[in-house]
């Protein structure tokens, strides 16, 4: 098991930046695809971002490439989002969770992730 605690969350104006982390402990991170997820209110969770375990491979959502970048860091055991010219669209919850998954087409599914953190709330201001 791996426990996953999110953190650098905030409220942030329109075009500004925030990069969110997420410290995980237990089991091995580095035998954990990261993923990192948004759901804002009323709607579904929705796939941001995923890197694979050696952090050789990234995947993105149409709607953030470009302005986000997922990264890890296996030593610290943490996950990175480096989120840049926010929009107010990009205001949720944003959950980090790991998966034992190894097929790329289950990358951007929710359900395909096994452990996930409390999330950390980013809104941005227009």
């Known amino acids: 098991q791996v426990q996953l605690v999110e953190s650098g969350g905030g409220l942030v104006q329109a075009g500004g930046s925030l990069r969110l982390s997420c410290a995980a402990s237990g089991r091995t991170f580095s035998t954990y695809r990261m993923g990192w997820f948004r759901q804002a209110p009323g709607k579904e969770r929705d796939f941001v971002a995923a890197?694979?375990?050696?952090?050789?491979?990234?995947y993105y959502a149409d709607s953030v490439k470009g302005r986000f970048t997922i990264s890890r860091d296996n030593a610290k055991n943490t996950v990175y989002l480096q989120m840049n010219s926010l929009k107010p669209e990009d205001t949720a919850v944003y959950y980090c969770?790991?998966?034992?998954?190894?097929?790329?087409?289950?990358?951007?599914?929710?359900?395909?992730?096994?452990?996930w953190g409390q999330g950390t709330q980013v809104t941005v201001s227009s």
């Open positions: 890197i694979s375990r050696s952090g050789i491979s990234t």
């Open positions: 969770a790991a998966s034992e998954a190894s097929s790329i087409s289950s990358v951007r599914m929710p359900r395909e992730y096994d452990y």
